[in-house]
């Protein structure tokens, strides 16, 4: 029986994965309303602001992103987010393991169905 190493990380969500990835596009300016804005324009679909933040604090508890407040004049700060190492990791085994599903599949049929009139 063949046992695979098992990693200190694991492969993350879809929602967990865009999150993480619309934080590192908004590198520097990763706070919620950011993310939520370039998940937005990236998917093409509507994001609630508090999915997003929900995501950002399940995935600060796993250690894959963390947060820091940075000041913002008068109006207060903003808590901005970055992904940790780990997080790299697992999002690294995330696109392998879809790789992977997705090696060797081919949609006949289906393309047809998927295009627009």
């Known amino acids: 029986m063949n046992q695979a190493r098992t990693p200190d990380y694991a492969p993350v969500g879809s929602f967990e994965e865009q999150v993480m990835l619309a934080v590192i596009r908004t590198a520097g300016e990763a706070y919620g309303m950011k993310v939520r804005q370039e998940l937005e324009r990236v998917t093409n679909r509507e994001v609630t602001i508090g999915s997003v933040y929900i995501t950002l604090d399940r995935l600060e ?22 992904v940790t190492a780990l997080g790299a990791r697992a999002l690294a085994a995330t696109r392998a393991m879809r790789d992977r599903l997705w090696d060797g599949v081919e949609l006949p049929g289906y393309a047809a169905l998927s295009s627009g009139p």
């Open 61 to 82: 508890a796993k250690g894959l992103v963390t947060s820091s407040r940075t000041a913002r004049g008068e109006s207060g700060s903003r808590r901005v987010f970055s």
